[in-house]
């Protein structure tokens, strides 16, 4: 690679403002540190606060060029710029997606866009109208597809390696909200009001990560879901943990076990497909191994950078084998692949975000539907329940 | 240990008699080897076919002294002999269980009985009312449970070194059965003939494990089950797979994944349990290791033999830490509480059998019952059902 | 397998006489254990103690039948009865192998011997004529060499699958002698007695565990090692570490770290071999499982009873795959061995001991020398001295 | 963290300026994205290539605004600029390095300089001499040092946690030659070259991190060294492995194997030290982990973000507990500590580098010496030669 083809396409690095993320989030160090990583984008303006004058000194706290007092006046400033922000990222509460995502389309910005995408199902199908009406790229954050052997793994099943699909199996098992009583977590932070985080903590929080990368690796959504919605910490208001059984169209079957509140579990995801031919194995405390099983041959562990990998693993690790690559490298993934779907739009190839190659708007919208099926199930008792897919009414 | 307990009280070792486990059969080798393993036993008696003739041979060609031509020449003979067996091992298809235990019992012969105990809850409660009744010892083969580790875990919560239970999970993912047809299945041996391994192939061979271990582990069962029993290969008969969530009286939640079909996996038990104050984790192909997460301090790798053991965990383990223990060791141990339950009894002490020390009558029928309640749900559409409590109506 | 070749052969199962192995000893379980296990062998006779009393009540104490008062007297009554013992397995001191040994070959017995063979040279290369002289089978109890993946990876290399050998490396890094002090270390037993254990405790110990399973393994030794020996603990009068350079006669080299000091460490014995296509990596605290690294294709995980393995693995291997088999199992595949030799040697075929199935004489008596090389290298500061190879003066 | 230290004390972020690391060079996207991630860094200068045109146009490929034709255009240039560089990082072959670190330092440039420092002792020597004399911060980049659980057992060793030291392995066994020829690998790049690599291949390009990491960690460094310095694969003029044994002037012993030409190994950095009172095991291919054994407790698994650290350890971790960090993120912690020893010189503050922090001067220094001792003793067949301690002529 002779040079950074999102530059020679541009001229330039693209442009990234952020509206979330303030100094004292986890998640606004990662989005900005993966967006600068790879040297596709520069951050050029911010929203660091709801409280406006906050919001201004912490852009000036950490280096950030334009720091603005809210959402609508980065919006309305930006838009006015000869050097505009080409790209919004937006990780506030997950009740203001919706407007945030509309208003940034509406203004011709392409979106990074954490999970869950919305609370309501409506408001998912209607971002999803936007994106299309818009003709703009949406990367939705779920950033384990980002990692190379999470794609290495959707392209063996892609090219048919494991056979037909017989079982799949994912758990999202941290701890972290183990000890915190319920007086303790309502102070903690938004992801525990419900009028923020939505219809379900446990769900909309961590379930839409495991949904999504089953679904991203393995090419197929359940056809139909049965959930145990249960809170595991007493004296609590929120639910902590889901059980969750799935059937697929060919046949196949699932699991979830999802929860925050597995005392002493540190991170916890991990997905295990199984087809006709072989399984791989993934977990994302290890995420540059890929366990592969063959039916008739030993057990492979296939490294990130090594040996026998699909161009698709290849393409999104850029340091030799052995060195290992993090969660800021998945999520620098996702912001590389978003940088080459603007550049290619601009330059009027198929956008790439048609291919299902990172996660796109409609991915984020089944997540929403994912919630929306656990939640039914739940309140009929754990009775089965269906998923409608992508395609039943876009 | 200067001595060998079981010895030093019988003046001798036990004599064993085994019905089942052929030369060609994997268990065979199994129960024989764990019984020599610790020189508590020897072998004297034996039916190892259902075909007399061969039965005779086996016994000649493997070297045990007196080869029965079937079961009930076993017990009319031995019964008559001034050495007579005291143990009869019992490892035929499952729904044989029920009359050779039976009549062992009858006979006055304590038992060692292969899980599932039986095909039939009714059947299952009369065995436990049959040794309550003859006052003999009896063991269920639930080898998982002879694992130091397991004995350590066990130790741990039975002291509150986890508080409350709050979660539970299992799974028990095989693959040797990915690739075979039914019909191939069917002349493979007696396990793929219903009516010989009972109402569910996958529940009745391997589910009972899972529900077994999980319920001695942790020391209580969950009081309400919903189960999905499913296929996973086509063009077969038998089921192969079962998912399963459980709900516990004090809130505590549970899941299964159950399967033979799992194209790749080798052997795949596992167990991990969460309490408020920590966790466990154990998996079968790496016993001689327990992983002990907890809320407020490092995650520690427990070894066999190794710093930090309650005595259950010791006294179970005969070689020094490294020194890897498997599966016949594990068995062993069953015979060896067996062993003293036995010497315990005969002098009088209270039989340990009640303590639970290691798989009762009463576990092998709560065995019978999670198959039972797991096919009750299935047939309703994954509904919830209850599973009696042991105590219930025995 | 439909009857036991050895009983078929003879028509019974072989007697086995111990000397050493009391009821506190580790080895002696393991040993006798190891010969039931696989129902090849019944226990006889014993001497289990340097006290003729004690010798004689703790036979009775474990159920061995013919109890005698010292090591002459088994002799002398064994040689002279109809159903005499067909093997001794003599677990002593280290300094008394050489007696024994020697006397059992005289009386026509059969050997399995406890590692270091001897304390010295000479006295081992008498014992290699010895066994041809009198055309006895012996196995050292060199037991790693008997676990599947061992004879696995030994397979693998015999057939050029790695290619030529370039680098071998073997640690030994155990931990129960770092916190004894020399007056414990003492007290503790004769694996402290210099005059017992011969002229190095950690090479006697398990550096010669660690040169046998380097040279079973890759079919070729050294040439050249230089070795430094230390005693890491203060105030102790033992050597308790030794690091080691080697050098082969094509060039490879090699390196062995071997200590029973290191705080903390439970067994630790592992070895990795590299050759010009690829390399082997083993660990006994996993001792199922081999890794094979390729040049050009994924890194494989090898299962004990899986997929891809040589005959020579499978053989030695008797319960399926996934089920963990121990260091007893890998014991009692060394009597197996020395089982099947016996009869073969007994119907006229050629003995299995000169195919270097299992630890012969040879491999005993390089052993010694192995221990002998790098004492004269320490002695000159770490100089690279030779080790003559195994025919160069027998 | 409510602001960036580093900005906050600027009023902007620091500028970096690189010399080497073209666009088709591993380490050219690490360090700038390392230097990147954390946004304590803008990249504004480069040269890329020795090819003055190249140079110029790669930086405008991959958007970095003063793109020179040569280092010495760039020194001349950016020492006349209002906004010139604060820092100089340095990665191009080691014989260059000794010039330009030299002329850094007198221009008042701080500086990121590559392992090995230089190819000699008395040129690393004089460097060490310049930094003190221009009182500039200089920042070696043995990047295994900058992970956090690295950070954890300095921190833990310096506490006394593992009491005196008595062991200290190192491996680096990687694979990446072990099947290229001789002219295959001069055409490779330069560190084929021996001029341009130095005396050693396999010791500058990767003995001198195994020496670093060790006595980072342990903060001692052996007293004296035995060497084997080979060629694995044959028709190669350069070296591709050595074995090394050490003695600490405590007692202690250390070891180390290094080589490039393991065939199918990955990355296999490895440290682990042994002290009275346990041990800390450590991989870089699992970097966020810590293994720690205790001679009384059960081993620990420390995680990185996770329970019982050190401050040194969880100040340069900076996402939550289970998500991984990988090689960038070590290395973007070294141009932190660097950023941050840069910021308290400016204030006045004692100057980090002088408190062991990060890698300084002088540990590059005695990597420097590492080499030229390991050389002196293959030259003499092996003997044992000493190491002068950093103080002795500095």
Known sequence: MLHNPVIASQGRKLRLAVIGGGPSSFIGTVHRGAALLEEHYE??????????????????DIGIPRGYASAEALFETEVTLKDKADVIAIMTPNN??????????????????????TNK????LSLVNAVRKHQRECCIAFAYSGYPMIRQAQ????????????????EYVQGHLAALTQGELEQSNWH?????????LILGDIGTHCYHLAAFVVGREPSEICADIATLVPDRAAD???????????????????TQSAAGADHGLYLRVFG???????HQEQPNQLIVRWLDEPTQVLQKGGKGLHEAAKKVSRIAVGHPEGYREAFANLYTDLAEAIVDRENGKQPRSQKRVFPTIEEGAQGVR????ALRSHQQNGSWVAIPAAQDDL
Chains 1, 2, 3, 4 share one sequence.
């Open 121 to 124: 199902v409506d408001e998912a």
């Open 240 to 258: 902590d943990y889901t059980g969750i059984l799935m059937r697929y169209a060919n046949g196949a079957r699932g699991s979830f076990v999802i």
């Open 276 to 282: 006709e031919k072989g399984g791989i194995e993934w």
């Open 155 to 170: 392209a063996m099943i892609q090219a048919g390696e494991l056979g037909e699909i017989r079982m799949v199996q994912s």
């Open 43 to 60: 951050v050029v303006a911010s929203v660091l606060s709801s409280d406006p004058i906050k919001s201004v000194q912490y852009a000036k």
């Open 192 to 200: 525990m009001k419900p009028d923020m985080v939505g219809p379900s």
């Open 370 to 373: 994912f919630v929306d099926a």
């Open 96 to 117: 203001s997606h919706f407007d945030l995502v509309n208003r940034a389309l509406e203004l011709g910005f392409h979106v990074m866009c954490e999970k869950p995408l």
